[in-house]
């Protein structure tokens, strides 16, 4: 029997994360097919709350798990130029992992500079000036929150996750992923890496739904409090 991840995708598992339309928290719904929503942070209820990952995402989560259950059925066999077809396809699985992980501190930074009420002349040259993933986690990321990317990591609490084991093997998956695609001479990508990829891919998700609620929710929290006022 699939499980449900097999049988539904990682996509619509994606699909049941939601933001509350009031107050901009983010939580899990138990199933895939529930739709109503009562905010825990706001109480506010909603038979229509807003997904959290947009439609690119989800594909991106989707072609990644695709990737992974193709590779994992394809035999050992010799290489043809170098790379098996199963190694090609493990590779596939950190590249999608590696761009997932990249789009969601894209969305996220996105999010938290649309709050300052920007021209949008301003808004796209930042996004020009921080065009790679490295300068959005080391300058944009601090410059916005006012703390570094690890100090936070380390700050963020969760049941289920150890957020600075995470960032360390996203540091690793990415490390595999240059190697591959700038030295070009690195195609021994085994099974483990992309097992790690699919185990690691909520925790991901997870890390970004904790970002949003410690940041975007909380300045949307601030501005319902002075409304009130
Ligand atoms: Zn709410």
Redesign the pocket.
Known sequence: METVEEEHGFARLAWSYKK?R????VLKLPTINENNLK?P????EDSTPSPFFDLSLCMMIDLMHESYRTGIKLPETSPVFGVTPKQAQNASVVIFFCTIRELLLERFLSSFIRWFALPVSLIKRVESDYDTHERRLNKLFPALTGQKWIEVISSLKSKETDFVALDLFLKRAATERNNLLHEGDHFGMDDTITKECIVNLFSLVDLFVALNNLYIHQMRNRLIQKIKI
């Open positions: 509350c009031k107050c901009s928290f905010c942070a706001c109480e506010f």
